[in-house]
Each structure stands twice: as structure tokens, then as C-alpha cells.
């Protein structure tokens, strides 16, 4: 069965450090998306992607975030500084192929630390 | 904006029976998804069941079976003849599936559920 896969499993950074996660979503979907949890809360949307650029993203998605589809597979999140309170867990998922079809598959999570 | 509610942080259950977790929203779209994700300690996200707002019958899928109440903005999971492997974190999730809709998921706090053998 297909699936999201994401790289790494796991991330530890220090403050100020740029950190890219990485994330493969299922080949014919069309719709890529990341959110974050925070340990012990609830799971939030950061961003929606189609078509190679940003369809919606939350007010947590600033100007030190920034996704990118660099080739055919991959979708990266980019965190340009990172900051103590963006240690979490870090989902991507995507949704299609045609429309959007409202089931979003997740990927395993990258856990960031940022110390 | 839409939210989503879990008012109950923890549920237990014993093995083999029933137990029931609730969700309420608040919407002021028409067309709309639900859907409930289960967290196990690995902290994946895996896809439970999905309700379609227009379908008035509830959505089952094997032990999992919701009650969806859209009046009352309701959406609870019921899990029958519970297993060990049911343990996790279940989050309650909406989706517009509007126009102007590109796919964000709201989710609710959580649930923690444990299951006793």
C-alpha cells in the first residue's frame, strides 16, 4: 500500500540553525501538506500545497518557514531559524489525485528538537 | 472559524466491549468532512473512519461506527469489542470541503484511550 515516507525520523538542531525536513508523498497525489504537534497538543496546520505553490497557510507558518516541491517526489519544509518553541513533531501529508479528495494520509512525523 | 472539540481527555475501556468518544464542532459551512485519526505511541497519524456532512447515514468501517448528529454539530466514534491495539491518542478532524477549501484539517485536543486487558 502506498505511503508517506519522511526523513529524517528525527532532528536535533541548535537555536538559529536552518533545518530541513524532507517528505515523499504518495506518487499521485496532488495536494501536500504539513502540520506540526507540539508534545502533548493537539496537531495544527502550518501549510496547504497545489500545483507548486502555497494554497493556505496558518498565521504559525511566518516568514522563517517555507515549503518547496524541488523535484517530482520530494516536498520539504524549511525552517530558516529555528527557535526553542519550534521543537515538535512535524507531519506531512497529501491527499488526490484528482480534486481534493479529503482523505489526507500522514506521514510517520519528524520529531525536531531544537536546543 | 471552525473549531473542535474533545471534551473528554481520557476514556478507559476493558477489552472486548464498547466505549464511545465524543466530538462537537462549530461550523457555519454546509459542505463539510469529518474525520477521527488515531495516534498510537509511535505518533503516526492513521486515518480511522470519515463522514461526509450531505450523507445522513453514519460512516462504519469494521468496529469503528460514528454517530453523527449534524443539528447538534455532533461526531462521536464508537469502538466495539474493543482490542489492546485500540490504545492511542484519537483526534477529532474537520475539513470545509467549500470553495474556498484547500485542505486544511482542524483538529480537536484529543482523547487518550486505554484499554484493559
Known amino acids: 500500500e502506498p505511503e508517506v515516507t519522511q526523513t529524517p525520523s528525527h532532528q536535533v538542531t541548535q537555536m538559529g540553525q536552518e533545518v530541513i525536513l524532507r517528505c515523499v508523498p504518495i506518487s499521485n497525489h496532488l495536494y501536500f501538506y504539513w502540520y506540526r504537534q507540539i508534545l502533548g497538543q493537539k496537531v495544527e496546520f502550518l501549510v496547504s500545497?497545489?500545483?507548486?505553490?502555497?494554497?493556505?497557510k496558518s498565521e504559525i507558518f511566518d516568514d522563517q518557514f517555507s515549503v518547496e516541491r524541488p523535484d517530482g517526489s520530494n516536498f520539504t519544509l524549511k525552517i530558516r531559524s529555528t527557535k526553542l518553541e519550534d521543537s515538535a513533531m512535524y507531519f506531512c501529508?497529501?491527499?488526490?489525485?484528482?480534486?481534493?479528495?479529503?482523505?489526507?494520509?500522514f506521514g510517520p512525523g519528524t520529531r525536531l528538537t531544537v536546543t | 472559524a471552525q473549531t473542535v472539540t474533545q471534551s473528554q481527555p481520557e476514556m478507559s475501556v476493558q477489552e472486548a466491549e464498547t466505549v464511545t468518544l465524543s466530538c462537537t464542532y462549530d461550523?457555519?459551512?454546509?459542505?463539510?468532512?469529518l474525520f477521527w485519526y488515531k495516534q498510537p505511541p509511535s505518533r503516526q497519524m492513521i486515518l480511522v473512519i470519515r463522514q461526509e456532512a450531505y450523507k445522513q447515514q453514519n460512516a462504519t468501517e469494521n468496529r469503528f461506527s460514528v454517530n453523527f448528529q449534524k443539528a447538534a454539530k455532533s461526531f462521536s466514534l464508537k469502538i466495539s469489542d474493543s482490542q489492546l491495539g485500540d490504545a492511542a491518542m484519537y483526534f477529532c478532524?474537520?475539513?470545509?470541503?467549500?470553495?474556498?477549501?484547500?485542505?486544511?484539517?482542524?483538529f480537536g485536543q484529543g482523547t487518550i484511550l486505554t484499554v484493559h486487558p
Open positions: 461550523t457555519s459551512e454546509s459542505d463539510y468532512y
Open positions: 501529508a497529501s491527499s488526490g489525485p484528482v480534486g481534493v479528495s479529503y482523505e489526507q494520509y
Open positions: 500545497f497545489y500545483n507548486n505553490e502555497i494554497s493556505e
Open positions: 478532524a474537520y475539513l470545509n470541503a467549500g470553495g474556498t477549501s484547500y485542505g486544511k484539517l482542524t
